[in-house]
């Protein structure tokens, strides 16, 4: 009897785990909005300015309207900026690619989600 209540508290023990693990509040996964796209695509060219990725002149670039399309990642947001102080015209525009939650996938010069 006494290794049959150790082997059930054993039991008891190693699945108790499983029971904290599952709680509810792992993260929104709701869908943003054009405006919350581009809002992040924002903070996204900011920080990319901060961390010297991109020259100052892209602080002041404007974000265009938002726009959903079909990417191997499934569905993203395409924010483009454009700066008129660049000089090399192939530099000119940034597209900061979103997915349909918000996280940043790619920011380039391209368009293209990488």
Known sequence: MNIIFKFLLAVIFMLSPLKLMAHADHGSFETIDG???TKVASE???SLVTD??????WKN???SAAITRESKYG?????SFQNPEE???SKKT???ILDEFGNPVSANHEGEAE
């Open 35 to 37: 405006l919350q796209a």
């Open 44 to 46: 996204v060219v900011q």
């Open 52 to 57: 010297k990725k991109l020259p100052d002149s």
């Open 61 to 63: 670039a404007k974000p």
């Open 75 to 79: 569905p993203v947001w395409v924010v």
């Open 87 to 89: 000089e090399d015209t």
């Open 94 to 96: 940034l597209y900061v």
